[in-house]
């Protein structure tokens, strides 16, 4: 087998990723530029239309053109007011548009990764690429580049009339600018290196917090509340003094951008006031009203392009960690072109090799034939390898050599998806979302029935205890099933297996840790549920060993040991007659 390539591939930059998104919004993103110039254009033509007004109707007392201009600024007002409404909805509805593709693409991309990727990742962050990072990305648009365009186009439309109005007074503004584009500048790239820092630390927060509320019962069990507070205000810590620092740099910036503004703005009256008082007809009265609103929208904006930058800068931070998310091929290999409609069930594995950790093998070359319809146990002490052989058939880990084949064919020609349509699992360890119990039966598919679920569930003797929970079927088992008794979570899951028709059944150690009620309905669930099918046990039940038609005993990686259980209890200083004397008969005698 070859080594997934799990690489990065940054052939393109992030922001250019997330815009490849925005392809099948195209007339939109075109229809947000549009309102983003308009908006550019009404802004800009209030100054102007305020400035004719001072200058040929307040000041000649001309009170019919100072009406009609009044209601060309209010018609001004009123157009750019929509123009404004227009452009932010857009954006905002593009940028939501385009996190739900790329929320959904990354969603069916993480549920394809082999178990490999999930042992060696951090469930809190992966939640917090899904949801927090992603939900940064629809910034960029709404936040972000469109406002940094509309602010732009704002400004070179301002600057435009502000230079066809007055060139002197619009180069006295103009030699403040670069002041507050270095400034800005500066405080964009300490914002880069600070939101950083916030993703890192946020990331760790959702990291520590979701671990230890799963585990909450293991905490308290343990008394270990008041040392897992002392670690979480640790981390807690790491992640206030992230924002403080981002804090920091917005609280120096803002000022220094207020008192550049503040002076510009000065000196603008005082050139503009000297000019009037001398005589100088290119200034005029109306100049000084345009101006005084000219250079709050022309500095506001080019303020505000460094808070847009940064909410871009946290925006296209989200997306590097994303799309790394995304580049990464994690994939079960899926080269197979066979689609696995019924096994009969003969498997076979041939010098299988296996390791979860390079050099560190856990199967080491293991040959098993199991004929079809026969039940076979697995049993072994822990860490024999029991549980990965089950793990290798339904392909969650790639061997390292060897093969494994189903009815004489490599289950690598198989599609992944149609492999797994005939294998069913029951777990020792059931998970059960939070839904009702006919969805957490079915899975949401459409295929199973609600009256083949109560078929089936009477079939293996379920019916009753189910229907005995308040709802019934549509009884909401809560978060991980924590509603239900771990002997009635496995008589779930065992229903769950049922129904999925599979042609061939696992039950690892899935009688482990149950009441003795739920035992009885097990065993019988048991019987029906591997009647004339191929069914793998891993075992812990003394029952389910004396049934099997086949006992094979592994230790460290290897088969030690195969035969029936009467067969290999008669054998002399055997492995599996120690283990049986050793375990088996003491919970026997219990009984």
Same mark, same amino acid.
């Given at each position: 087998?070859?080594?997934?390539?799990?690489?990065?591939?940054? +052939?393109?930059?992030?922001?250019? +990723?997330?815009?490849?998104? !925005?392809?099948?919004?195209?007339? /939109?993103?075109?229809?947000?530029?549009?309102?983003?110039?308009?908006?550019?254009?009404?802004?800009?033509?209030?100054?102007?239309?305020?400035?004719?007004? &001072?200058?040929?109707?307040?000041?000649?007392?001309?009170?019919?053109?100072?009406?009609?201009?009044?209601?060309?600024?209010?018609?001004?007002?009123?157009?750019?007011?929509?123009?404004?409404?227009?452009?932010?909805?857009? !954006?905002?509805?593009?940028?939501?548009?385009?996190?739900?593709?790329?929320?959904?693409?990354?969603?069916?991309?993480?549920?394809?990764?082999?178990? +490999?990727?999930?042992?060696?990742?951090?469930?809190?962050?992966?939640?917090?690429?899904?949801?927090?990072?992603?939900?940064?990305?629809?910034?960029?648009?709404?936040?972000?580049?469109?406002?940094?365009?509309?602010?732009?186009?704002?400004?070179?439309?301002?600057?435009?009339?502000?230079?066809?109005?007055?060139?002197?007074?619009?180069?006295?503004?103009?030699?403040?600018?670069?002041?507050?584009?270095?400034?800005?500048? %500066?405080?964009?790239?300490?914002?880069?290196? !600070?939101?950083?820092?916030?993703?890192?630390?946020?990331?760790?927060?959702?990291?520590?917090?979701?671990?230890?509320?799963?585990?909450?019962?293991?905490?308290?069990?343990?008394?270990?509340?008041?040392?897992?507070?002392?670690?979480?205000?640790?981390?807690?810590?790491?992640?206030?003094?992230?924002?403080?620092?981002?804090?920091?740099?917005?609280?120096?910036?803002?000022?220094?951008?207020?008192?550049?503004?503040?002076?510009?703005?000065?000196?603008? %009256?005082?050139?503009?006031?000297? =000019?009037?008082?001398?005589?100088?007809?290119?200034?005029?009265?109306?100049?000084?009203?345009?101006?005084?609103?000219?250079?709050?929208?022309?500095?506001?904006?080019?303020?505000?392009?460094?808070?847009?930058?940064?909410?871009?800068?946290?925006?296209? &931070?989200? =997306?590097?960690?994303?799309?790394?998310?995304?580049?990464?091929?994690?994939?079960?290999?899926?080269?197979?072109?066979?689609?696995?409609?019924?096994?009969?069930?003969?498997?076979?594995?041939?010098?299988?090799?296996?390791?979860?950790?390079?050099?560190?093998?856990?199967?080491?070359?293991?040959?098993?034939?199991?004929?079809?319809?026969?039940?076979?146990?697995? &049993?072994?002490?822990?860490?024999?390898?029991?549980?990965?052989?089950?793990?290798?058939?339904?392909?969650?880990?790639?061997?390292?050599?060897?093969?494994? =084949? %189903?009815?004489?064919?490599?289950?690598?020609?198989?599609?992944?998806?149609?492999?797994?349509?005939?294998?069913?699992?029951?777990?020792?360890? &059931?998970?059960?979302?939070?839904?009702?119990?006919?969805?957490?039966?079915?899975?949401?598919?459409?295929?199973?029935?609600?009256?083949?679920?109560?078929?089936?569930?009477?079939?293996?003797?379920?019916?009753?205890f189910i229907m005995s929970l308040p709802g019934g079927y549509d009884y909401n088992v809560k978060e991980r099933g924590v509603m239900l008794?771990?002997?009635?979570?496995?008589?779930?899951?065992?229903? /769950?297996?049922?129904?999925?028709?599979? =042609?061939?059944?696992?039950?690892?150690?899935?009688?482990?840790?149950?009441?003795?009620?739920?035992?009885?309905?097990?065993?019988?669930?048991?019987?029906?549920?591997?009647?004339? /099918?191929?069914?793998?046990?891993?075992?812990?039940?003394? !029952?389910?060993?004396?049934?099997?038609?086949?006992?094979?005993?592994?230790?460290?990686?290897?088969?030690?040991?195969?035969?029936?259980?009467?067969?290999?209890?008669?054998?002399?200083?055997?492995?599996?007659?120690?283990?049986?004397?050793?375990?088996?008969?003491?919970?026997?005698?219990?009984?």
């Open positions: 087998m070859k080594a997934t390539n799990n690489t990065p591939h940054k +052939k393109t930059s992030s922001l250019k +990723k997330v815009m490849q998104f !925005a392809q099948p919004y195209k007339a /939109r993103f075109i229809w947000v530029i549009e309102f983003s110039i308009a908006l550019s254009v009404f802004a800009a033509l209030r100054p102007y239309l305020l400035k004719e007004t &001072v200058d040929n109707y307040l000041m000649h007392k001309d009170m019919p053109g100072l009406i009609k201009y009044v209601g060309l600024m209010g018609i001004a007002l009123i157009l750019e007011v929509a123009s404004q409404f227009y452009f932010v909805y857009w !954006a905002n509805w593009l940028g939501q548009d385009i996190v739900k593709d790329i929320r959904e693409k990354l969603f069916a991309h993480i549920s394809s990764f082999r178990m +490999k990727f999930f042992d060696n990742e951090a469930v809190g962050r992966l939640v917090t690429r899904t949801v927090f990072d992603i939900e940064s990305i629809a910034k960029i648009f709404s936040q972000g580049l469109f406002m940094i365009i509309s602010d732009m186009l704002k400004m070179v439309v301002i600057l435009g009339i502000m230079l066809y109005m007055n060139w002197k007074l619009t180069i006295v503004v103009m030699l403040a600018m670069p002041v507050l584009v270095i400034a800005t500048r %500066i405080f964009q790239k300490k914002m880069k290196g !600070a939101f950083e820092e916030v993703r890192a630390q946020v990331a760790n927060l959702n990291t520590f917090v979701q671990e230890r509320v799963t585990g909450m019962k293991i905490v308290q069990l343990f008394n270990r509340e008041d040392i897992e507070y002392e670690k979480f205000k640790v981390i807690n810590k790491k992640h206030n003094d992230a924002w403080l620092k981002n804090i920091l740099y917005n609280s120096i910036f803002f000022p220094i951008a207020d008192i550049i503004s503040s002076l510009t703005l000065g000196m603008v %009256i005082w050139y503009g006031g000297v =000019s009037i008082l001398n005589g100088d007809s290119l200034t005029t009265p109306g100049d000084l009203f345009a101006y005084t609103m000219f250079i709050g929208m022309l500095f506001n904006p080019l303020r505000q392009i460094a808070d847009k930058f940064n909410e871009m800068q946290m925006g296209i &931070v989200a =997306s590097d960690r994303v799309f790394e998310l995304l580049d990464m091929d994690e994939h079960t290999q899926q080269n197979g072109t066979k689609e696995a409609w019924h096994f009969k069930g003969e498997l076979y594995f041939d010098n299988v090799r296996f390791s979860y950790i390079e050099n560190e093998e856990v199967i080491k070359g293991i040959t098993l034939k199991i004929e079809a319809g026969q039940t076979v146990a697995i &049993v072994g002490a822990t860490g024999a390898g029991k549980s990965t052989i089950i793990n290798l058939l339904n392909r969650f880990y790639e061997i390292n050599s060897g093969t494994i =084949s %189903i009815d004489g064919t490599n289950i690598d020609d198989f599609t992944l998806d149609s492999l797994r349509r005939q294998i069913a699992i029951v777990l020792q360890d &059931v998970f059960l979302f939070a839904d009702t119990i006919l969805n957490n039966i079915t899975l949401n598919d459409p295929a199973i029935t609600r009256e083949k679920v109560i078929e089936a569930s009477k079939a293996i003797g379920v019916h009753n008794s771990s002997g009635q979570r496995q008589l779930i899951a065992f229903l /769950r297996a049922y129904v999925s028709n599979p =042609s061939i059944l696992i039950l690892d150690e899935a009688t482990s840790s149950i009441d003795t009620y739920s035992e009885e309905l097990i065993q019988n669930a048991t019987e029906a549920i591997t009647k004339d /099918r191929t069914s793998i046990v891993i075992a812990h039940r003394l !029952a389910t060993i004396v049934n099997a038609d086949k006992i094979i005993v592994m230790d460290k990686g290897k088969i030690v040991e195969h035969g029936t259980h009467y067969d290999l209890i008669n054998r002399e200083q055997g492995y599996y007659k120690n283990l049986y004397y050793s375990q088996f008969a003491v919970e026997n005698e219990e009984k």
